[in-house]
């Protein structure tokens, strides 16, 4: 698969993904549905929901440090200035060349262009929050909040099978 199609793919997630409302009940069922995915395979990973900066859900399993918090916060910053999931913005650096701070002069130590932040948006409004998991390798990250949005969502296919990355 070419990056143009993983690019392509990764934005076709971002259109599919989207919600007619977001509550803090939403936040709450999305959040325990990546805790159980997370405990299936036991996989140390830290989850956060945010909505216009406002914490709705945050939890670390067992093996995470606050190393991950500084994570979900870097990647979570991507999406919020760039309306596009922190992987998407990550191969788009790759394509561009460079790093955050060559290519946007934003301080690396803010933001982080790696997998596992997904933009809460809102048909014909934008983007109003972040859904991040931290802890595994960056694809990983992010397709598990990928899988999780798909199967709450209920989208008739799960867009994790249809992204090389």
Do not use: C
Request: no cysteine.
């Amino acid at each position: 698969m070419t990056m143009k199609e993983k690019m392509t793919n990764l934005l076709n997630q971002e259109v599919v993904l989207q919600f007619d409302t977001f509550s803090n009940k939403m936040a709450l069922e999305i959040g325990l549905l990546l805790v159980e995915e997370a405990e299936k395979e036991n996989k140390p990973v830290t989850i956060d929901i945010t909505r216009h900066n406002h914490q709705l859900f945050h939890v670390a399993m067992e093996g995470t440090s606050a190393d991950n918090d500084t994570w979900v916060r870097r990647k979570s910053n991507v999406v919020n200035r760039f309306s596009h999931s922190s992987m998407y913005m990550s191969l788009k650096l790759e394509v561009k060349g460079g790093t955050m701070e060559e290519a946007y002069f934003l301080n690396s130590a803010d933001f982080a262009a790696h997998g596992g932040s997904f933009p809460i948006r809102i048909k014909d409004t934008g983007v109003i929050g972040t859904i991040t998991v931290s802890g595994l390798p960056s694809e990983q990250d992010h397709q598990m909040v990928v899988h999780v949005l798909s199967q709450y969502l209920k989208v008739g296919f799960d867009p994790i099978t249809k992204v090389d990355i």
